[in-house]
């Protein structure tokens, strides 16, 4: 038996930030030993919010390649691409929205969600209502056992089984219906306390330098009963202490828990040391990331090499479709 395997995607909108990285990313790392894992960088997904102006996708697609790899994405294990570079995803994403009824986009909770969210997009276009028939696609043309998806993304999956369960049924096949393989992280707070969303602007960039996450987490919210240095406070109410938590040493957070309700340690100086955490925490993906920005031609052999080996699959499952379709 060869191993299960296991499909996900991430959309290059921005620079990737501390919360995909102890969210999705590190999950990807740890899953590729164990499954044949299809990591791909989906800029067509990307396309249908930035389609008026997409002249930054090219460039973010790239540093997000780079970001992946510094992370630990190992191509060695994996196979990392971009999924415009596999025509297939369009050719079965048409394919499946023959069969998708509308009244199942229209009801996806993050469709509407969305649309009030970004309101200086217009996203009332096909391409953004059939974004969920592209990623039922992205699943099935590797025919993936598993996904990986936080607790939101679950109706999304649930949407794209319920797709192939449809065109099981009405092609008398059997592809499979993949398996949800849930991510346990607790949510990251952003700078201003909210989610660590790109949508918010309140994130700490993967790639940046020592002196600017110290920058960014001067700005951090804390608790705002602390007005004066000496004020006692509550830890639990602050986004720095978060990271402690995450980051921090038993002792060293027992101390600083007792020291702020104290008001015995000011709120810059937890912050100093909270921002030397994190950035011990990236030295390595920093030294990573170096080393393949100035090696780009083993970047470009990655990404090749990953798109050869999706199309492979890809083409296999397509060649099932259409035979089943009757084409
Ligand atoms: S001392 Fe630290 S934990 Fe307490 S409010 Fe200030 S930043 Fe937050």
Known sequence: MGKKRLVSGIQPTGRMHLGNYLGAIQNWVSLQDDYESFFMIVDLHALTSVYEDPSQLRKSKRELAIDLLASGVDPEKACLFYQSEVVEH?????????????SWLERVPTYKGKIAELKEKDLHTYGFLGYPVLQAADILLYQGDVVPVGKDQLPHLELARQIVRRFNHLYKTDFPEADESLTHFPLLPGLDGRKMSKSYKNTIPLSSTPEEITALVL???????????????????CSVFSYHKLFNTEYSLKKIDAQCRAGSIGCVDCKQQCAALIVDKLATFREKRAYFEANPDIVDAVLDRGAKRASEVAKDTMKCVKKVIGL
Not at 90 to 102: D, I, R
Not at 219 to 237: A, F
Request: hydrophobic residues 30%; without cysteine; proline residues 12%.
């Open 219 to 237: 700005k951090m919210t804390t608790d705002p009963q602390r007005v004066r240095r000496n004020d006692p406070g509550n830890p639990e109410v």
């Open 90 to 102: 369009a050719e079965l994403h048409l394919y499946l929205s023959m069969v998708t009824p509308l």
